[in-house]
Structure formats: structure tokens, C-alpha cells
């Protein structure tokens, strides 16, 4: 039966358990194929992107866009496409340490609402209250939390590079 069948009539109440599983397994290829170690993470667009000028700049919204992205990575055994995400967010806290301290006075890191491959950490929207974010520490925090409950792997934590992985 074809998918869009199948989604009418899970729509119209039916169970379609088969539908499911293609729904799972759609998405753990799409971070098979846009999450590899040593590249940048799967941004909004994924590598799909067929703009010069993307939507929404293809960059990465840490408001939920990025984190979602990465949930299946643990659960469906693809722990080691979640480096690319702890990689990028290693620099970004990096890069975020100088606004906190020059702006707020503060030790730590700022993460923004939105940056991009350069992991530009300060406020890219010209009204705050839609740009910043005070969630996005947290929530790409628990990636890393998710990653060690899965994996069990102590290393992860104890770098001696300094950066959390």
C-alpha cells in the first residue's frame, strides 16, 4: 500500500504498525545521511539544501531545530553520529565564553537562539525577545547525558583536551 494511503488511513483511526517502523527507520536514515564523525552537524535543511540563499539561512536554531535532530541518535544505535553535534557544541561553548564574561560578567558560556558553521555566539535577531534562549545550554546538555547513559563510556567525560568528549 502506498505511504500516503497509509497515513490517510492512520489518520482516519486504523493502526498501522508497519507505517510506524518505515516512520522510525525513515528517520534514523536521515541521520545516517546527514550526520557523519568529522563533519558539522545536521542543520534545518539537512543536506538536502538545493538554495544558495537557504531557508532560514540553513544554520542552526538551538531553540529545539539542532536538538531534535540528534534524538533518535541514541535509540537507534547510532551513537557515533552524535559527534558532529558534540563537536560543534564543544566550540560553541568555547566561542560563547568571551560574551558572557565582556557582556554579562558572568563565567560559562553564552549559547544563542540561532548561529551558524562558525558558531557565532551572540544575539543574531534584531528583536531579543524572539532571538535569545536561555534553554539551549541545557537541552544540548542532555545530548551528552543521553550518550554516556547509553554508551557507558567513562572516556567521554575525561578528555584530557578540556573539552567535555
Known amino acids: 500500500m502506498p505511504t500516503d494511503l497509509r497515513i490517510q488511513n492512520v489518520k482516519a483511526g486504523q493502526t498501522d504498525?508497519?507505517?510506524?517502523?518505515?516512520?522510525?527507520?525513515?528517520?534514523?536514515?536521515?541521520?545516517?545521511?546527514?550526520?557523519?564523525?568529522?563533519?558539522?552537524?545536521?542543520?534545518?535543511?539537512g543536506i538536502w539544501n538545493r538554495h544558495i540563499s537557504a531557508p532560514w539561512n540553513a544554520d542552526y536554531h538551538l531553540n529545539i531545530n539542532l536538538q531534535m535532530n540528534y534524538w533518535p541518535a541514541?535509540?537507534?544505535n547510532l551513537s557515533e553520529l552524535h559527534m558532529p553535534l558534540f563537536d560543534f557544541t564543544d566550540g560553541l561553548i568555547e566561542n560563547g565564553k568571551k560574551p558572557a564574561s565582556t557582556n554579562f560578567d558572568m563565567q560559562g558560556a553564552i549559547l544563542p537562539h540561532t548561529t551558524d558553521l562558525w558558531k557565532i555566539p551572540f544575539l543574531q535577531a534584531a528583536t531579543a525577545y524572539w532571538g535569545s534562549w536561555v534553554?539551549?545550554?541545557a537541552w544540548l546538555?542532555?545530548?551528552?547525558?543521553?550518550?554516556?547513559l547509553f554508551t557507558q563510556d567513562l572516556d567521554f567525560f575525561g578528555k584530557e583536551s578540556g573539552s567535555c568528549h
Open 141 to 148: 546538555g542532555r545530548h551528552y547525558w543521553e550518550h554516556f
Open 74 to 76: 541514541e535509540v537507534t
Open 17 to 45: 504498525l508497519h507505517l510506524e517502523k518505515i516512520l522510525f527507520d525513515f528517520g534514523r536514515y536521515l541521520l545516517i545521511s546527514s550526520s557523519r564523525p568529522g563533519t558539522n552537524p545536521a542543520n534545518l535543511q
Open 135 to 137: 534553554g539551549a545550554g
